[in-house]
């Protein structure tokens, strides 16, 4: 781990909207004290796991209806470092996908507490993002530290945040009490954000969904995995992928770890010699989860599935844009 130490990433305010084909927002938790509409129609990650660490490379369209900031908030089950991921991140992913043809078979639209309730770790500057390090020690007093931090910023306060504090509430509750907080100020005109990088240690692969109960609604949840085995079984459609029961899996595809760099420059050294596999999962449905992904890694196939049926989306097509 080399960069930033994190810990979470938190809420959403005045205008947000995480919208158009793979964008990565509801996988963050928001508050928000204006009058603004705030929705979001789809999420983006590329998570590399190699069995011990994992790192999370979120990248996000979003969109306002007025001018304004957004904070937004993202739970780790340990203390992470953070920096800027490639910009090509994305379209470098989008490349593999193509060049190795993945297909989906069925198309499918903590510590001991501190004296501080809440500790400030860090706070750093990294492009677009205003970056924010937090530990949580006692969630009752979460609303009190994110008014304080929108007050410092002439931003509308609220006398609760009934999901935003419900979501933490449970969070800090399992042992996730690491934060990072993300403030980036916005225009009417839907933008991307640079991809941020987040690594930490896990023995499973992590990735949040509660955090997305903030927002409600439906929407697409897409994911590329790049991990030492496969996660999902493609022709289990009806069984879920990654413990998640509307998810799906696509084929997958063994790739060297070279092939990784404009995603991840330290690829090579993170996986050192052992194989890695390339697949796509993905969900439609309502942002109303009970649960994480914590996928047990043992369980991966060493091997890839390569079974393509004669009709059926490519993982390309199903990534809906991914590039814009």
Request: proline fraction near 6%; aromatic fraction near 12%; charged fraction near 25%.
């Amino acid at each position: 781990m080399n960069t930033i130490k994190t810990v979470l990433l938190f809420f959403a305010l005045f205008t947000l909207v995480a919208v158009l084909p793979w964008t990565a927002c509801a996988d963050m938790g928001q508050v928000h004290a204006s009058k603004a509409e705030v929705s979001e129609t789809a999420q983006k990650a590329i998570i590399l796991h190699n069995g011990e660490e994992e790192v999370l490379i979120l990248g996000t369209d979003l969109h306002a209806d007025r001018k304004g900031g957004i904070i937004r908030f993202i739970p780790f089950p340990s203390e992470p470092e953070v920096a800027l991921a490639p910009t090509r991140a994305f379209e470098a992913a989008a490349k593999l996908i193509k060049d190795h043809g993945l297909k989906f078979v069925f198309f499918s639209k903590g510590g001991p507490p501190s004296a501080h309730a809440v500790e400030v770790r860090l706070h750093e500057k990294l492009g677009a993002h205003d970056m924010t390090v937090i530990r949580v020690n006692d969630p009752l007093q979460f609303r009190k530290w994110a008014n304080d931090y929108f007050l410092k910023r002439g931003l509308p306060v609220r006398k609760k945040y009934a999901k935003a504090e419900t979501v933490v509430e449970n969070y800090v509750r399992r042992g996730m009490v690491y934060f990072v907080v993300d403030y980036v100020e916005l225009t009417r005109d839907t933008r991307f954000i640079e991809p941020v990088v987040y690594r930490f240690a896990s023995k499973k692969l992590y990735y949040p969904l509660k955090t997305s109960n903030t927002f409600g609604g439906r929407g697409f949840i897409d994911l590329i995995l790049i991990t030492p085995g496969t996660l999902c079984d493609p022709m289990r459609i009806g069984y879920g992928c990654l413990g998640v029961l509307d998810m799906q899996g696509s084929t997958s595809a063994a790739v060297p770890a070279s092939s990784l760099r404009e995603i991840y420059p330290e690829a090579k050294n993170f996986f050192g010699d052992k194989k890695v596999f390339l697949q796509m999962a993905q969900y439609w449905g309502g942002y109303g989860f009970d649960k994480d992904i914590l996928a047990d890694m043992s369980k991966a196939v060493p091997h890839a599935i390569q079974y393509v049926p004669d009709e059926g989306p490519s993982g390309l097509d199903m990534l809906r844009e991914l590039t814009k």
